[in-house]
Each structure stands twice: as C-alpha cells, then as structure tokens.
C-alpha cells in the first residue's frame, strides 16, 4: 500500500510540473492531464499524510521520498500543517537512519513551511541546521536541496 501511494504522488507531482500533457508511460497510465492528477492529490491529501507516518515507522526511505515528492505541491497549497506532519515524518525518517542528507532536505522543508507561516526564528533555526548538515556531508551544487536553501 505505501509503495502505491509513492508511485502514484510521485505520478502526479511530476504531472503538475509538466507544461503540458505528459509524454512519459508511467504517468499517462495513471493521470491524462494536470486537473486529473491534483483531483487525486486533493482526495487522497489525508491518505497520503497517514501513510507518511506509518511509512516513518515500516519503510523510512518511503516517507523520506514522500516528503520529497510532495514538497512543491505542498508549497503551492499552502497547506501548511500536511506540510509539516508529513516533513516532520520524513526528518524522524531520516534520524533513524542516519541519513544525513534526508535530514536536511527535511530540516530545509521544514524551514520553508515556518517560514510561510510567518515564524521566520524557527524557519531560519531549521534552515540554519539543514545548511551545517549539508556542509558536513559536502552536499554538492548539484544537490537541489531543500526548497527553503535553494529557493
């Protein structure tokens, strides 16, 4: 079940950021156009946050992932407590398995969500950690990071 809901946000966040129809296989079998995939996000939002959680617990690189895919869309909404539910669930992810580049990434998201929310100490505390850790495990310019380091 957590797989499915990977695959699938994966689907349809990767709809969302084409400009037009999607030419890829995987994402014209699951979603034709755009409204298509973010009806399935906005029905599906609850499904996705629970599954994040349990993911924390049985599969922690599939909440990290989750929390990877969603970000944008969840940047976009604005829906600022799903946000923080499900990168709350992807750092304690990334803790427990000692992935350090997890962790910033959702240490970073978190910053981002704190920040739209007006609460700029604890957005910068949180971007600030995301930076060190990054530092620390030389995460690369390649690295597109955290939406809250590399906006």
């Avoid at 990054?134 to 690369?140: D, K, N, T």
Wanted: glycine share 6%; proline share 3%; aromatic share 6%.
């Amino acid at each position: 079940m957590i797989g499915y809901y990977v695959s699938r946000a994966r689907a349809a966040t990767e709809c969302l950021a084409l400009l037009g129809e999607s030419t890829s296989q995987q994402l014209t079998n699951y979603f034709v156009n755009q409204e298509q995939a973010t009806a399935w996000l906005e029905t599906e939002l609850p499904n996705l946050v629970n599954v994040t959680e349990q993911a924390e617990v049985i599969v922690p690189e599939q909440a990290i992932e989750l929390s990877a895919t969603m970000w944008r869309y969840l940047l976009i909404r604005a829906d600022l407590d799903v946000g923080r539910r499900i990168h709350d669930a992807a750092l304690r992810a990334a803790r427990r398995l000692e992935d350090r580049s997890a962790e910033a990434r959702a240490l970073g998201e978190l910053g981002a969500v704190e920040m739209q929310q007006g609460i700029y100490e604890k957005a910068l505390a949180y971007t600030q950690e995301a930076c060190e850790i990054g530092e620390s495990v030389a995460i690369g310019p390649s690295w597109t990071g955290p939406s809250a380091i590399s906006a």
